[in-house]
């Protein structure tokens, strides 16, 4: 079985700083893209960065400049690194994968168990 295990998350006042971590693991033969998404209370759950195997790179509107997305390839994890956070980006941070677990099988689509990322006013 597969597992993305999220952590780094917590409280911060507005304009700090965090850094998310994910590791995936299990019966892995190979990592696309990876990615993180949130979801607030009430609101549907969004995509906020994205990074492919070769490490291009693409974020929502409402964190460009902001975030950084990065990938170590060797260790199966992917990062987010979040500056000048806002009270808006209070939300569970989800990691996001496209795997394949074997060689010629399909990718599929996993997510983390999330982490709760509050920004305080």
């Known amino acids: 079985q597969v597992q993305l295990v999220e952590s780094g998350g917590g409280l911060v006042q507005a304009g700090g700083s965090l850094r998310l971590s994910c590791a995936a693991s299990?019966?892995?033969?190979?990592?696309?893209?990876m990615g993180w998404g949130r979801q607030a209370p009430g609101r549907q759950r969004e995509l906020v960065a994205h990074i492919d195997r070769r490490g291009h790179t693409s974020y929502a509107d409402s964190v460009q400049g902001r975030f950084t997305i990065s990938r170590d390839n060797a260790k199966n994890m992917v990062y987010l690194e979040m500056n000048s956070l806002k009270p808006e980006d209070t939300a569970v941070y989800y990691c996001n994968a496209g795997i394949q677990l074997y060689y010629g099988g399909s990718e599929y689509d996993y997510w983390g168990q999330g982490t709760q990322v509050t920004v305080s006013s």
């Open positions: 299990g019966s892995i033969f190979s990592i696309s893209y």
